[in-house]
């Protein structure tokens, strides 16, 4: 009879409240996160993955309310960076610490050459983004060895996205933007400007092209540019609503890969991923909240965990993982890439090897990299196969 499909569940912007006070909504969303967090947990024991953030500890806390001898945590941490050392399993054993959970650190090793990325060609039928060339931690398994569910943070950066001001401009009222813009500075933060504010202003916006490194050939065949046009508001919506930060966030299809990739990490290891933070009462809960003030910087979630995470933890800047800032300052060796059969076909090596050296591995350059290293293991031109 043939397969339909139709969409499980649709993103609508709830109405934005103005009336109840910010610290007081972030009670609300609190309160939300606590159920969310009891309904997929339901007595049972759970592992979590906990980073030194807001969003897993905030979950953490909220799983340790339903009995802290059933649950466990673990965090990953690289054993070398550029500069200093990878803290974030301090801040984790600090919250593991006051919630009182075991709490194990897995530490990501040097590879086994010294060498930061892999190189070594791989087989999979799909591009793999796993540019690091280390050994599997094992945290993953541990926390499945403890019980079938997985708690993860992952989808607090898009429910606390800031919209910038820029977006605002017609959309928020102006008194309660104005009231927002001075409140903000008065609890000691800035509101986001926005990039583009001439274009913004006038109504446009800068066009998304693909990557320079990209050969021509492969642009004009599948005639890119107008692929992404067409396609720009469906991979990532334009919304004109208070909280559109928030909104195109959760509306990418970027998630739709996400929960692929941890459905079929789960299923590997008799483990199922439950991310408690995008549960549609806890979405909507932070989507009611006005964009200024209590959203920047998750200013109402860390309000909210007062007496539930430890001061120093709630008052952390969000920090960029160590991973990042090292892939920035890379500059790879490319003389120790592998070769590919028909890889200049998919990608000018020339604008690839300019951008690192302009820029450093940004990921742009990593996700070439990884396309580059598949390719090496085995893919080659459709007219060769």
């Given at each position: 009879?043939?397969?339909?499909s139709?969409?499980?569940?649709?993103?609508?912007?709830?109405?934005?409240?103005?009336?109840?006070?910010?610290?007081?909504?972030?009670?609300?969303?609190?309160d939300?996160?606590?159920?969310?967090?009891?309904?997929?947990?339901?007595?049972?024991?759970?592992?979590?993955?906990?980073?030194?953030?807001?969003?897993?500890?905030?979950?953490?806390?909220?799983?340790?309310?339903?009995?802290?001898?059933?649950?466990?945590?673990?965090?990953?941490?690289?054993?070398?960076?550029?500069?200093?050392?990878?803290d974030?399993?301090?801040?984790a054993?600090m919250?593991?610490?006051?919630?009182?959970?075991?709490?194990?650190?897995?530490?990501?090793?040097?590879?086994?050459?010294?060498?930061?990325?892999?190189?070594?060609?791989?087989?999979?039928?799909?591009?793999?983004?796993?540019?690091?060339?280390?050994?599997?931690?094992?945290?993953?398994?541990?926390m499945?060895?403890?019980?079938?569910?997985?708690l993860?943070?992952?989808?607090?950066?898009?429910?606390?996205?800031?919209?910038?001001?820029?977006?605002?401009?017609?959309?928020?009222?102006?008194?309660?933007?104005?009231?927002?813009?001075?409140?903000?500075?008065?609890?000691?933060?800035?509101?986001?400007?926005g990039?583009?504010?001439r274009g913004?202003?006038?109504?446009?916006?800068?066009?998304v092209?693909?990557?320079?490194w990209?050969?021509?050939?492969i642009?004009?065949?599948?005639?890119?540019?107008?692929?992404?046009d067409?396609?720009?508001?469906r991979?990532?919506?334009?919304?004109?609503?208070p909280?559109?930060?928030?909104?195109?966030?959760?509306?990418?299809?970027?998630?739709?890969?996400?929960?692929?990739?941890?459905?079929?990490?789960?299923?590997?290891?008799?483990?199922?991923l439950?991310?408690?933070?995008?549960?549609?009462?806890?979405?909507?809960?932070?989507l009611?909240?006005?964009?200024?003030?209590?959203?920047?910087?998750?200013?109402?979630?860390?309000?909210?965990?007062?007496?539930?995470l430890?001061?120093?933890?709630?008052?952390?800047?969000?920090?960029?993982?160590?991973a990042?800032?090292?892939?920035?300052?890379?500059?790879?060796?490319?003389?120790?890439?592998?070769?590919?059969?028909?890889?200049?076909?998919?990608?000018?090596?020339?604008?690839?090897?300019?951008?690192?050296?302009?820029?450093?591995a940004?990921?742009?350059?990593?996700?070439?990299?990884?396309?580059w290293?598949?390719?090496?293991?085995?893919?080659?031109?459709?007219?060769?196969?």
């Amino acid at each position: 009879a043939g397969a339909t499909s139709r969409a499980a569940w649709t993103l609508r912007a709830p109405e934005v409240d103005r009336k109840t006070p910010w610290r007081e909504q972030g009670l609300h969303w609190r309160d939300a996160l606590d159920v969310a967090t009891a309904d997929r947990v339901r007595g049972a024991s759970a592992s979590i993955a906990l980073s030194g953030g807001i969003d897993s500890t905030a979950i953490a806390a909220s799983a340790a309310r339903l009995g802290v001898d059933r649950l466990y945590a673990a965090t990953d941490v690289l054993g070398t960076v550029l500069h200093g050392r990878d803290d974030e399993g301090d801040w984790a054993s600090m919250a593991a610490r006051h919630l009182g959970i075991r709490h194990q650190i897995f530490t990501i090793g040097a590879p086994p050459d010294d060498e930061p990325f892999a190189w070594q060609p791989v087989m999979s039928s799909m591009p793999a983004c796993a540019p690091y060339n280390v050994e599997d931690t094992g945290s993953w398994r541990a926390m499945a060895s403890h019980a079938p569910i997985m708690l993860h943070g992952e989808g607090g950066d898009e429910i606390w996205r800031a919209s910038e001001m820029t977006r605002l401009l017609g959309v928020e009222p102006w008194v309660a933007l104005a009231r927002g813009v001075v409140e903000t500075f008065m609890v000691g933060h800035r509101p986001p400007l926005g990039l583009n504010v001439r274009g913004r202003l006038r109504g446009t916006r800068k066009r998304v092209r693909p990557p320079r490194w990209l050969s021509d050939e492969i642009a004009r065949r599948f005639d890119l540019e107008a692929l992404i046009d067409a396609g720009l508001a469906r991979i990532a919506p334009v919304v004109r609503v208070p909280r559109s930060g928030s909104m195109k966030g959760l509306g990418t299809a970027l998630w739709q890969g996400c929960v692929v990739d941890y459905d079929a990490a789960g299923a590997s290891l008799g483990v199922e991923l439950r991310l408690p933070l995008l549960d549609y009462r806890v979405v909507e809960a932070a989507l009611r909240l006005p964009p200024l003030p209590g959203v920047v910087d998750k200013l109402a979630a860390r309000e909210a965990l007062r007496g539930r995470l430890p001061r120093a933890l709630l008052a952390r800047n969000k920090a960029p993982a160590a991973a990042t800032d090292d892939c920035r300052e890379m500059r790879p060796p490319w003389a120790r890439l592998p070769a590919a059969p028909g890889l200049t076909y998919y990608i000018d090596v020339a604008r690839l090897k300019e951008d690192a050296v302009a820029s450093g591995a940004t990921w742009e350059v990593l996700r070439a990299l990884c396309l580059w290293r598949w390719l090496a293991g085995g893919a080659r031109r459709p007219d060769e196969r």
